[in-house]
């Protein structure tokens, strides 16, 4: 660094110690951030610049910080980053009622500083709210998978919407974990709410029927509509020995008739169920 340009930043840090009420009161009136968070900030900046200026881990940290917080609130990219950069415009009119040669020099260095800094808040905040999307993607991709106890030894996995690869992978886990934690010997995969069943949406039904075979649960798929039924057919899809059935309630009756429970529907009244014991 050149004397002239040594001097300049001098007097450029002078400037934000002697003149640090007005330059917040001003920066905060220009990024509408809490005074808490722009006083901190400003604080770590002058400490980093007192002992040299090549430590910026502190300012990094709070700005890291800042980011997280303003993904998390909603705030837009735009609106994280003039939280940084309005300190340049506090400090130019500071630097105008200052008018010195020194000053102005200083103040060019200055921006060049706070512009790093801006594109790392830009980068943090694009990075959080990123991560922000997936686990929301991920809560939404659990919620949107329940697996559920129809009867004793008998749980249920109702699909609706596409079924992809991820997807998949949670549907295995839950139903897994499922049978694992009941003892369910029965599980039905329900596709009524699947629009369309292709090659790839069969190869993720199989997989997920495999997958609670090795756990010693028998499957059944339900919800095989004529359309769907057309489709597998004119595709060539094979189940192999896997039971379809039209409904759910065609599938949880031949698991409770697989069960040993034994179903009758007379004529004229409704679903009654017995055990062989009965």
Not at 14 to 35: C, D, F, G, H, V
């Amino acid at each position: 660094m050149t004397v002239d340009a040594d001097v300049a930043r001098r007097r450029i840090e002078e400037l934000l110690r002697t003149n640090e009420e007005q330059i917040l009161r001003r920066w905060t009136l220009i990024t509408k951030a809490t005074p808490e968070e722009l006083t901190d900030l400003y604080q770590a900046l002058n400490r980093a610049l007192d002992s040299g200026g090549e430590d910026l881990a502190d300012v990094r940290g709070l700005l890291a910080e800042l980011s997280r917080s303003r993904a998390r609130q909603g705030f837009t990219p735009s609106e994280t980053s003039r939280a940084v950069f309005g300190l340049k415009e506090a400090l130019y009119e500071v630097v105008e009622e200052d008018g010195g040669a020194d000053a102005l020099r200083g103040f060019i260095w200055f921006s060049r500083l706070i512009d790093d800094l801006g594109l790392f808040t830009f980068e943090t905040y694009a990075t959080a709210r990123e991560k922000i999307i997936l686990d929301q993607a991920e809560q939404l991709l659990e919620l949107s998978t329940p697996v559920v106890k129809l009867w004793e030894g008998i749980v249920a996995v109702p699909l609706v919407g596409t079924l992809d690869s991820a997807r998949t992978q949670v549907v295995m886990e839950k139903l897994l974990q499922t049978l694992v934690d009941t003892g369910a010997e029965h599980a039905v995969i329900d596709i009524t709410g699947v629009p369309a069943v292709d090659t790839q949406v069969a190869q993720h039904l199989l997989k997920a029927v495999v997958a609670a075979r090795l756990m010693g649960a028998e499957c059944v798929i339900s919800g095989i509509r004529p359309q769907i039924a057309h489709t597998i057919v004119t595709l060539g899809i094979e189940f192999g020995d896997i039971v379809t059935k039209a409904s759910l309630a065609d599938a949880l009756a031949h698991a409770l008739r697989r069960s040993g429970v034994q179903v009758s529907t007379p004529r004229g009244t409704r679903i009654s169920v017995r055990t062989e014991d009965a």
